[in-house]
C-alpha cells in the first residue's frame, strides 16, 4: 500500500526552541493531515492541509502541503513543555483509494523546560 | 458531546478467545476505520466501511472482522487472538470518504493477547 516516510522519528529540544518535521511520500495525496497524540489518548487533529502549495497556520504551528502534492511539513515555533506528544502525518486520497488513509510513524516530541 | 466511543478500554484475554471491540459515533458520520498503534509502526488501517454494509480491508486485516449493520457502530471482531495482535486500537470516523474530511478519534482500546 501506500507509505509515508516521517521525519525525524524524536527530538529533544529545549523550551522555546522551533520544530520541524516532515513527510513525503512515494504517493500523491489529495489531503495532507497533522495530528497530535498526547499519551494514552486518541490522535487529534492540529492542522488540515487540500490544496498543493497551502500553508496553514494555527497558532504557533504552521503546515505546508508541498507543490508535488507528495510531501508535508510541519513546524512549531516557540515550543513550550505542552508540546509534548507523539506528531503524525496522514495522507487521504480520493477515487478508489478514497477509504485508505495512510499514517506516518510519528514523530516523538520532548521538550526540556 | 460529539465523540467516538470505544469499548473495553483495556482488555487482556488468552491465545484463541474470540473477542469484540465496540466502536460507536455520535456524529452521523458515513466513514469509519479501524487501526492499530505499534511502537516505530505509527497507525496501520485494519478495516474501513464507507457506509452501512460496505467494509474494505486496510493494509493489514489479517486475523480481524469487522461489520457496519448500522450507521453509528464498526465494531472489531477478533475470532482467534494470537500474541501478535497485542496493540493499541483505534476507531476513527469522519463525514464521509476521501480527501476532505477530517477523521476524529476514540481514546484507544489497549488489547494485550497471552
Known amino acids: 500500500g501506500q507509505q509515508l516516510n516521517q521525519s525525524p522519528q524524536s527530538m529533544f529540544i529545549q523550551e522555546g526552541e522551533d520544530v520541524s518535521m516532515n513527510c513525503t511520500s512515494s504517493?500523491?495525496?489529495?489531503?495532507w493531515l497533522w495530528y497530535k497524540q498526547d499519551p494514552g489518548e486518541g490522535p487529534v487533529l492540529l492542522i488540515a492541509?487540500?490544496?498543493?502549495?497551502e500553508l496553514t497556520s494555527n497558532g504557533r504551528l504552521t503546515a505546508q502541503f508541498g507543490i508535488t502534492r507528495k510531501d508535508s511539513f510541519l513546524n512549531i515555533s516557540a515550543s513550550i513543555p505542552s508540546d509534548v506528544g507523539i506528531y503524525f502525518c496522514?495522507?487521504?486520497?480520493?477515487?478508489?483509494?478514497?477509504?485508505?488513509?495512510?499514517f506516518g510513524d510519528g514523530t516523538t516530541l520532548t521538550v526540556k523546560p | 458531546e460529539a465523540q467516538v466511543t470505544q469499548n473495553p478500554r483495556y482488555l487482556i484475554t488468552v491465545t484463541g478467545k474470540k473477542l469484540t471491540v465496540t466502536c460507536s459515533q455520535n456524529?452521523?458520520?458515513?466513514?469509519m476505520s479501524w487501526y492499530r498503534q505499534d511502537p516505530g509502526l505509527g497507525l496501520r488501517q485494519i478495516y474501513y466501511?464507507?457506509?452501512?454494509?460496505?467494509?474494505d480491508k486496510g493494509d493489514v486485516p489479517e486475523g480481524y472482522k469487522v461489520s457496519r449493520k448500522e450507521k453509528r457502530n464498526f465494531p472489531l471482531i477478533l475470532e482467534s487472538p494470537s500474541p501478535n495482535q497485542t496493540s493499541l486500537y483505534f476507531c476513527?470516523?469522519?463525514?464521509?470518504?476521501?480527501?476532505?474530511?477530517?477523521?476524529?478519534f476514540g481514546p484507544g482500546t489497549r488489547l494485550t493477547v497471552l
Open positions: 456524529m452521523n458520520h458515513e466513514y
Open positions: 476513527a470516523s469522519s463525514p464521509r470518504a476521501g480527501g476532505y474530511n477530517e477523521q476524529f
Open positions: 492541509l487540500y490544496k498543493a502549495g
Open positions: 504517493s500523491i495525496f489529495n489531503t
Open positions: 496522514a495522507g487521504r486520497s480520493l477515487g478508489t483509494n478514497a477509504g485508505k488513509s495512510t
Open positions: 466501511s464507507m457506509n452501512v454494509e460496505v467494509t
